[in-house]
Nanobody, 118 residues
Framework: QVQLVESGGGSVQAGGSLRLACAAS????????IHWFRQAPGKEHERVAS????????VYADSVKGRFAISQDNAKNTVYLQMDSLKPEDTAMYYC???????????WGQGTQVTVSS
Protein backbone atom coordinates (compact mmCIF):
# COMPACT_ATOMS: atom_id res chain seq x y z
CA GLN A 1 0.00 0.00 0.00
CA VAL A 2 1.37 3.38 -0.99
CA GLN A 3 1.33 6.20 1.51
CA LEU A 4 2.52 9.74 0.88
CA VAL A 5 2.93 12.10 3.80
CA GLU A 6 3.68 15.75 3.18
CA SER A 7 5.23 18.12 5.67
CA GLY A 8 6.86 21.53 5.76
CA GLY A 9 4.00 23.79 4.81
CA GLY A 10 3.15 26.92 6.72
CA SER A 11 2.83 30.67 6.55
CA VAL A 12 5.62 32.88 5.32
CA GLN A 13 6.06 36.42 4.11
CA ALA A 14 6.74 37.20 0.48
CA GLY A 15 10.37 36.65 -0.37
CA GLY A 16 10.74 33.88 2.17
CA SER A 17 11.47 30.20 1.72
CA LEU A 18 9.95 26.88 2.65
CA ARG A 19 11.00 23.31 2.04
CA LEU A 20 8.29 20.73 1.62
CA ALA A 21 8.98 17.07 2.19
CA CYS A 22 7.11 14.02 0.95
CA ALA A 23 7.80 10.74 2.70
CA ALA A 24 6.76 7.81 0.54
CA SER A 25 6.16 4.28 1.69
CA UNK A 26 5.06 1.16 -0.11
CA UNK A 27 6.36 -0.59 -3.22
CA UNK A 28 8.99 1.56 -4.87
CA UNK A 29 7.78 0.42 -8.28
CA UNK A 30 4.55 2.28 -7.62
CA UNK A 31 6.31 5.46 -6.54
CA UNK A 32 8.97 5.53 -9.24
CA UNK A 33 7.97 9.07 -10.12
CA ILE A 34 6.89 11.66 -7.60
CA HIS A 35 5.31 14.97 -8.45
CA TRP A 36 4.39 18.07 -6.56
CA PHE A 37 1.01 19.51 -7.54
CA ARG A 38 -0.67 22.55 -6.09
CA GLN A 39 -4.19 23.87 -6.01
CA ALA A 40 -5.03 27.46 -5.21
CA PRO A 41 -8.56 28.39 -4.11
CA GLY A 42 -10.92 28.35 -7.06
CA LYS A 43 -8.31 26.98 -9.43
CA GLU A 44 -7.49 23.60 -10.89
CA HIS A 45 -4.60 21.43 -9.84
CA GLU A 46 -1.30 22.51 -11.36
CA ARG A 47 1.73 20.27 -11.70
CA VAL A 48 4.71 22.07 -10.27
CA ALA A 49 7.62 19.62 -10.59
CA SER A 50 8.45 15.94 -10.98
CA UNK A 51 11.34 13.63 -10.19
CA UNK A 52 11.95 9.94 -10.77
CA UNK A 53 14.23 7.53 -8.98
CA UNK A 54 16.77 7.74 -11.77
CA UNK A 55 17.16 11.41 -10.97
CA UNK A 56 15.27 12.87 -13.91
CA UNK A 57 13.72 16.15 -12.82
CA UNK A 58 11.39 18.60 -14.44
CA VAL A 59 9.81 21.85 -13.35
CA TYR A 60 6.58 22.42 -15.22
CA ALA A 61 5.07 25.59 -13.88
CA ASP A 62 6.61 28.57 -15.63
CA SER A 63 5.73 30.76 -12.69
CA VAL A 64 8.09 28.86 -10.37
CA LYS A 65 11.05 28.21 -12.66
CA GLY A 66 14.18 29.58 -11.11
CA ARG A 67 12.57 29.72 -7.67
CA PHE A 68 11.54 26.13 -6.90
CA ALA A 69 13.68 23.02 -7.04
CA ILE A 70 12.80 19.36 -6.58
CA SER A 71 15.21 16.83 -5.11
CA GLN A 72 15.17 13.46 -3.41
CA ASP A 73 16.88 11.29 -0.86
CA ASN A 74 16.32 7.76 -2.10
CA ALA A 75 17.70 6.26 1.10
CA LYS A 76 14.95 8.01 3.02
CA ASN A 77 12.31 7.60 0.30
CA THR A 78 11.71 11.31 0.61
CA VAL A 79 11.24 13.97 -2.04
CA TYR A 80 11.70 17.65 -1.33
CA LEU A 81 10.43 20.83 -2.90
CA GLN A 82 12.62 23.80 -2.05
CA MET A 83 10.66 26.99 -2.57
CA ASP A 84 12.52 30.28 -2.55
CA SER A 85 11.48 33.86 -3.26
CA LEU A 86 7.92 32.95 -2.45
CA LYS A 87 5.12 35.14 -3.75
CA PRO A 88 1.52 35.55 -2.59
CA GLU A 89 0.41 33.78 -5.76
CA ASP A 90 2.24 30.66 -4.55
CA THR A 91 -0.41 30.32 -1.85
CA ALA A 92 -2.03 26.94 -2.35
CA MET A 93 -2.44 23.44 -1.03
CA TYR A 94 0.57 21.46 -2.15
CA TYR A 95 0.17 17.76 -2.85
CA CYS A 96 2.69 14.98 -3.20
CA UNK A 97 1.60 12.64 -5.98
CA UNK A 98 3.19 9.38 -7.11
CA UNK A 99 2.99 6.90 -9.92
CA UNK A 100 4.94 4.11 -11.60
CA UNK A 101 5.96 6.54 -14.33
CA UNK A 102 5.96 10.26 -14.72
CA UNK A 103 2.82 10.26 -16.86
CA UNK A 104 0.89 8.71 -13.99
CA UNK A 105 -0.67 10.26 -10.90
CA UNK A 106 -2.01 7.20 -9.15
CA UNK A 107 -1.47 8.13 -5.52
CA TRP A 108 -2.11 11.40 -3.74
CA GLY A 109 -1.10 12.64 -0.31
CA GLN A 110 -3.35 14.69 1.94
CA GLY A 111 -1.62 17.94 1.10
CA THR A 112 0.15 20.65 3.03
CA GLN A 113 -0.95 24.27 3.02
CA VAL A 114 1.42 27.04 1.98
CA THR A 115 0.34 30.60 2.63
CA VAL A 116 2.43 33.54 1.48
CA SER A 117 1.52 36.99 2.72
CA SER A 118 2.52 40.25 1.10
Amino acid sequence: QVQLVESGGGSVQAGGSLRLACAASGPTSRTYCIHWFRQAPGKEHERVASINRAGFTAVYADSVKGRFAISQDNAKNTVYLQMDSLKPEDTAMYYCVAGPSCDRTDYWGQGTQVTVSS
